[in-house]
């Protein structure tokens, strides 16, 4: 399994622009933010850290049901999944932070200052996506 840094290019289509997750950082995979040769705007490319059976498996059933959800407005799109030098990735949207570094639920919560109402239509904006979801097979994901 090969790990890449900030500069590298993945066969010659993506640069590697950032790194999030990784050893000790996150569960069982690393997310690469990469610039794609052939769009004008970059896409994130998850993998995993470890090659054993287990995390292999876990890894192609997640990457075949995230693809398999489809499109939902509060789901981001996996939009392919391809071996890349004997090694799986999902290519997906990537959701850009705001001016403050913010791109998830959790973000905002934990800096505070959301209101009562914003944090109730985020609930029920989060149910909505995961009874969609699971209308299509997901099981559970920590992420």
């Avoid at 000790?24 to 054993?52: A, C």
């Avoid at 398999?68 to 030098?85: C, D, L, M, R, S």
């Avoid at 090694?87 to 959790?106: C, H, K, M, T, W």
Wanted: aromatic share 14%.
């Amino acid at each position: 399994m090969k790990l890449y840094n900030k500069g590298d290019i993945i066969i010659g289509q993506f640069q590697v622009l950032d790194i999030f997750g990784g050893e000790g950082k996150s569960g069982m995979g690393v997310v690469y933010l990469v610039k794609n040769r052939e769009q004008d705007y970059p896409i994130v490319l998850k993998t995993y850290q470890r090659s054993d059976n287990v995390s292999l498996k876990r890894f192609f059933l997640e990457a075949e049901t995230w693809i398999n959800i489809g499109i939902h407005p509060n789901i981001v799109k996996a939009q392919f999944a391809t071996e890349i030098n004997e090694q799986l990735f999902i290519g997906a949207e990537y959701v850009e932070p705001d001016n403050f570094g913010r791109n998830s639920i959790s973000d905002y919560l934990g800096q505070g200052g959301v209101s009562n109402y914003l944090a109730i239509k985020w609930t029920a904006q989060f149910c909505y996506a995961m009874d969609f979801a699971l209308s299509k097979g997901l099981k559970v994901h920590r992420d």
